[in-house]
């Protein structure tokens, strides 16, 4: 595991060698962001699939229906009829998974870099690097700590948490258009069984993207730049992807 981290801190450091003649003192902060946009670009392909597959599970509810209808008495019989519909139509009801599965590791390999004092048995030295002042292997407490919400850590703090608000703001207003043009309709699982507590979800859907602001101001600032980048990239992605989804589908689509 040591020598792993050292060849990722490495290749962070690369990076960060790469762009400092751009950004100077802000090149690893840079490279995170550079490492986070690699890692969404290497997914991206996923997120399409995944996008025709949460579109071609939308376009298979009237046939669900129809399917839980017609063997209502024969819980086996429908399932295995559901099965054989999502492999003739050649949909897995996974699909939407696999990207956000894919990104963890990226996330909990940085979070755990810059958590971590010494690296392969070596001082960190990537915890002496900072962002306008804001070390990145520190959290928000520290940057109050420091000189409160308005020092010079703070502010920088409050730069990702205006960023985070406006995505937030985005996939709220987008959401909430979808569902005032079509009301979402029950959603149901490759059983054919509605999916417990959606209704709930679609309802709380909106705000789901504040929920940012927390993971932000708990992790260390490399981390925090990782999940800004990442929401970033997802709201703009999706926005594209999903242009053309009913609601229903659309909500299923965010939380995967």
């Excluded at 017609?70 to 696999?98: D, F, T, Y």
């Excluded at 940057?143 to 948490?161: E, K, S």
Aim: hydrophobic share 50%.
């Amino acid at each position: 595991m040591s020598t792993f981290m050292s060849a990722f801190a490495a290749l962070v450091g690369s990076f960060a060698d790469l762009l400092h003649p751009l950004f100077q003192g802000a090149a690893t902060a840079a490279a995170i962001v550079l490492f986070t946009a690699l890692v969404r670009l290497a997914v991206h392909p996923l997120s399409r699939a995944a996008a025709r597959g949460q579109k071609a599970r939308t376009k298979l509810q009237p046939q669900i229906a129809e399917l839980r209808k017609k063997h209502a008495k024969n819980p086996e019989r429908m399932q295995k009829a559901l099965m054989e519909l999502h492999k003739e139509e050649k949909v897995s009801p996974l699909s939407g998974c696999l990207p956000s599965l894919l990104q963890m590791p990226a996330f909990f390999l940085l979070y755990h870099l810059f958590s971590s004092q010494k690296i392969g048995g070596d001082p960190n030295e990537l915890l002496g690097h900072d962002l306008f002042g804001a070390p990145l292997g520190e959290r928000w407490h520290d940057a109050l700590a420091a000189g409160g919400p308005f020092g010079t850590q703070g502010v920088v703090y409050l730069g990702l948490f205006v960023i985070v608000a406006v995505v937030a703001t985005f996939n709220y207003r987008r959401t909430k258009r979808q569902l005032a043009a079509a009301p979402a309709t029950p959603a149901t699982g490759p059983d054919g069984q509605p999916v417990p507590g959606m209704g709930a979800m679609t309802k709380l859907m909106p705000l789901m993207s504040f929920f940012t602001l927390v993971s932000v101001a708990y992790v260390p600032l490399a981390a925090a730049l990782y999940i800004v980048t990442s929401t970033t990239w997802t709201a703009i992605e999706r926005a594209a992807l999903y242009r053309d989804m009913p609601a229903a589908g659309a909500a299923m689509a965010t939380v995967a």
